[in-house]
């Protein structure tokens, strides 16, 4: 968004009195989450949805934020709401869950472990509008540069087969198939290796296919209900069937490539796209075509809050990730944390939701337009 656009037509200015559960929030847990974009501006001077953050500005809002961190009582609330305006998505919205899974892993090929997850390609890139071919097709985000020109990859049915073996990306073996796609569902784990030591590994790239969700394809054929189909209800079934397994794999053309992540501790959160550690409760995956990366997202919904005793989900969140699954204005997807709890919480989440953006007012002048 430029300077003097209006912010577009599908947010609506509200009061934070208007928010439900606001109040209740903790203000100082949203305020740290915040204070993460500081230590990376680059996020927050993105010129997206929303217009970007002048760097004297910036730095004026971190400074004002950090000073509200260490005064405590109210000041996280006052300084929200007294730096912000909200603007509420005006569509309904829904969210999902999703979380880190902590598995047993191999950095060699075993017996027991023999299911691999693959490092990028070389060659591997998005396409934007700088590179696309002419004859690109629209539903491809990525290719492969092979000799100056950018090619299709492979997708999920053509790599099980064997498509990329010669080239050795295995980066470290699973020992069960369906946490393995599990794994390119979630795009990050934190594995325990055979020999005792710890390792975590993220997102490196896609093939650039489009996303297929496998349990909506087993509701289309009447194996069940969405119901029936959060994330543990998948996995039951993909045990329960494993001569079915690998065909419904492979109806998903989309597959994930990963790294190692060694940037961070390995108690901290995974690394999402926006390259910050995810926050549990407090970081949001969106589509960042709707929704840029840093903004400040505050979700209303019925889902249940297991950290707090006041029930509903009502909280501040920063949009720091994204996920193939997630598209469109109202679409987010709540990092729950990692390991087996938090993908039980993670597999019962979904719900309507309402999403609001926090707009900084040092960008906004009258009736909503963007200041020069």
């Known amino acids: ?20 559960g606001w109040l209740n929030d903790d203000h100082a847990a949203a305020l740290a989450g ?4 500081c230590r990376k501006p680059e996020i927050l001077t993105q010129d ?6 002048a760097a004297a500005d910036l730095q004026k809002l971190c400074n004002d934020a950090e000073k509200a961190a260490k005064s405590g009582d ?11 305006t909200p603007h509420r998505i005006a569509q309904s919205g829904f969210v999902t869950g999703y979380f880190e899974p902590e598995l047993a892993a191999s950095r060699v090929r075993t017996e027991i472990f023999r299911y691999p997850l693959l490092k990028k390609p070389e060659g591997l890139e998005a396409i934007t509008p700088e590179n696309r071919p002419q004859d690109w097709p629209e539903t491809l985000s990525h290719g492969r540069r092979v000799e100056g020109r950018v090619t299709e990859m492979p997708d999920r049915s053509a790599i099980m087969d064997g498509k990329l073996d010669p080239e050795n990306l295995e980066l470290v073996w699973l020992a069960d198939p369906i946490d393995a796609y599990f794994v390119h569902v979630q795009g990050s784990a934190r594995l325990r290796l055979a ?17 297929t969700g496998i349990a909506r394809l087993l509701v289309t054929r009447g194996e069940g209900t969405p119901e029936d189909f959060t994330a543990a209800g998948l996995r039951a079934w993909l045990e329960a069937h494993p001569e079915e397994r690998d065909q419904l794999f492979r109806q998903n053309r989309s597959f994930i490539f990963f790294r190692e992540v060694d940037e961070i501790g390995v108690n901290d959160g995974p690394v999402g796209a926006a390259g910050l550690p995810l926050v549990a409760g407090r970081s949001l995956a969106v589509d960042p075509s709707f929704i840029p990366y840093g903004s400040l997202v505050f979700v209303a919904s019925a889902l249940k809050d297991h950290d707090s005793d006041d029930g509903a989900f009502q909280r501040l969140m920063v949009a720091d990730d994204t996920g193939s699954a997630i598209k469109g204005p109202a679409r987010g997807d709540i990092f729950v944390g990692s390991g087996q709890t938090a993908g039980a919480i993670a597999g019962e989440i979904r719900h309507k939701a309402d999403f609001t953006i926090l707009v900084p007012n040092i960008r906004l002048g009258p009736a909503g337009v963007a200041a020069d």
């Open 34 to 37: 915040f204070l993460r974009l």
């Open 74 to 84: 109210e000041a996280p609330r006052d300084f929200f709401e007294s730096r912000f």
């Open 195 to 211: 020999d005792g030591s710890a390792m975590r590994v993220g997102y490196a790239g896609k093939t650039g296919h489009p996303y």
């Open 1 to 20: 968004m430029v300077p003097g656009q209006r912010i577009p037509d599908r947010f609506e200015a509200i009061s934070f009195s208007s928010l439900p």
């Open 48 to 53: 997206t949805v929303f217009p970007s953050v």
